[in-house]
C-alpha cells in the first residue's frame, strides 16, 4: 500500500473572482515557472439558494483520474465530501450511477485521510466565505502555494493521506460497474 502525504489548503475569499486568480497563480506555478509538480485543485462558490458550485477544477492527469480521464482529484474529493450535493457547471456532479461511484470512491479516500476534526474544521473554514479554493499539493509545496493565494482572506492548510494505487483501482471498478 503506497500511501502519500499530501497537504490540503483551503482559501477563504469574499468573492469567486479572487479565488480564481488565486486560482489561475497556482496553475502558472505549475505550468509556466515548473515550481508544483502536481496538484489539485477546485474553486467554490457559495450561491445564494445554499447551495455550493465547483466553479471550477484542476486534476493533474498522473495522479487519480489519469487512467480515467476523469479529469476528478482528491481536492473535488474533499469539496464532495463535505458538500455532497455541490455542482459544477450547470449540472450535479453525480448526473450518472458511473459517475457518482466514482465521485464516491474519490471523496471516500480524501475523507478518510483527514481525521474527522480536520474535516468538520475544513468545512467551518470555507463556510465563512463566499468562495473558496481548495488545492491538494504534496508537502514540501506549502510556502509556494500560500504565496499564490495572496487574494485570500484566510489560508488553512491540514495534511492529508491518500493511497492512489487503491483510489484507482476503485476507480476502475466504479467506472465499469453498471
Do not use: C, W
Amino acid at each position: 500500500m503506497a500511501i502519500d502525504t499530501f497537504l490540503s489548503f483551503e482559501g477563504v475569499y469574499s468573492n469567486v473572482e479572487d479565488a480564481l486568480e488565486d486560482y489561475e497563480a497556482v496553475k502558472v506555478m505549475h505550468t509556466e515557472l515548473g515550481l508544483i509538480d502536481a496538484y489539485d485543485a477546485a474553486v467554490i462558490e457559495h450561491k445564494e439558494n445554499g447551495k455550493v458550485k465547483i466553479v471550477k477544477k484542476h486534476e493533474t492527469p498522473t495522479r487519480v483520474g489519469g487512467v480515467l480521464g476523469g479529469g476528478i482529484g482528491l481536492a473535488t474529493g474533499l469539496v464532495i465530501a463535505l458538500f455532497p450535493g455541490a455542482a459544477i457547471g450547470a449540472g450535479l456532479l453525480v448526473g450518472t450511477t458511473a459517475g457518482g461511484a466514482l465521485l464516491g470512491t474519490i471523496a471516500g479516500h480524501a475523507a478518510a485521510g483527514m481525521s474527522r476534526g480536520d474535516l468538520k474544521e475544513l468545512g467551518e473554514v470555507l463556510d465563512e466565505g463566499q468562495a473558496g479554493l481548495v488545492v491538494v499539493a504534496v508537502a514540501d509545496t506549502q510556502a509556494k502555494i500560500e504565496a499564490a493565494m495572496k487574494r485570500a482572506q484566510k489560508v488553512h492548510a491540514k495534511e492529508i493521506k491518500a493511497d492512489h494505487e487503491a483510489i484507482e483501482q476503485e476507480a476502475k471498478q466504479a467506472s465499469v460497474t453498471p
